[in-house]
């Protein structure tokens, strides 16, 4: 049982407003991942790390940020909300060379 | 970049029916994934393969490297089945999901009672 969770998992919010995706895991992986994926299709890499410190840029460009202070914890930020963010963003986590394990996603809609 | 190509998909089966989903990319991998995502989003990892065959239960996954194919198969299909399977690949120059996966766009299945 894969143990990685993400908050909220639902969230409506206006234009403007920053808004903080948690994603924690409890596994002790080191490579954490944020996938971005609009209703009905693929899912994309926005963001990933290697380790604590360690933040690098995915395939599709994002304007959210994220942070990796602590092993457990990856945490995404949009600093101004729009709607064209409304999309559900999915988090997983891997120890190098095994496979990823996804966290359940956060519906995000914004107004 | 490592080109997916899924098919069907879309594939409504009836209860009991042998399923295959196939999965084609362009380019030399590490791993292969097998994806399974309810209607509620969240995401299940079914398979990862670099050789060959597993199974767990009902589902089978092969995958034949130097054709770049692998197929996702479900026996004895049931309506709880029912979810979109999605193939991702782990990029051979990457490590091994290093840099995260790349995806196909996934099937739909429904399997109707």
């Known amino acids: 049982e894969a143990d990685i969770y993400q908050t909220p998992r639902y969230l409506v919010i206006g234009t403007g407003k920053k808004i903080t995706l948690e994603c924690s895991q409890t596994?002790?992986?080191?490579?954490m991942y944020w996938y971005q994926q609009d209703p009905g299709m693929e899912l994309h890499l926005i963001h990933y790390?290697?380790?604590?410190?360690?933040?690098e840029k995915g395939d599709l460009s994002s304007e959210s940020t994220v942070s990796r202070i602590r092993t457990e914890h990856f945490p995404l930020t949009l600093e101004s909300a729009r709607p064209s963010h409304t999309s559900q963003y999915l988090c997983?986590?891997?120890?190098?060379?095994?496979?990823?394990?996804f966290g359940p996603g956060t519906r995000l809609l914004v107004l | 970049k490592n080109e997916v190509e899924q098919s069907p998909q879309n594939l409504t089966a009836q209860e009991g029916e042998f399923i295959t989903i196939n999965c084609s990319y362009s380019?030399?991998?590490?791993?292969l994934h097998w994806l399974q995502q309810h209607p509620g989003g969240g995401i299940v990892s079914l398979f990862m393969?670099?050789?060959g065959k597993k199974k767990h239960g009902r589902l089978i996954a092969t995958i034949n490297i130097q054709e770049k194919h692998s197929s996702l198969h479900i026996t004895a299909s049931h309506p709880r089945d029912s979810a979109v399977y999605i193939c991702?690949?782990?990029?051979?120059?990457?490590?091994?999901?290093?840099?995260?996966?790349?995806f196909g766009k996934g099937t739909h299945l429904i399997i109707q009672p």
């Open positions: 380019v030399g991998i590490s791993a």
């Open positions: 393969l670099s050789s």
């Open positions: 991702a690949l782990a990029d051979m120059y990457s490590g091994g999901g290093a840099d995260g996966l790349t």
């Open positions: 790390s290697y380790g604590v410190n360690s933040t």
């Open positions: 596994m002790g992986h080191d490579k």
């Open positions: 997983a986590s891997s120890e190098q060379g095994l496979a990823q394990y």
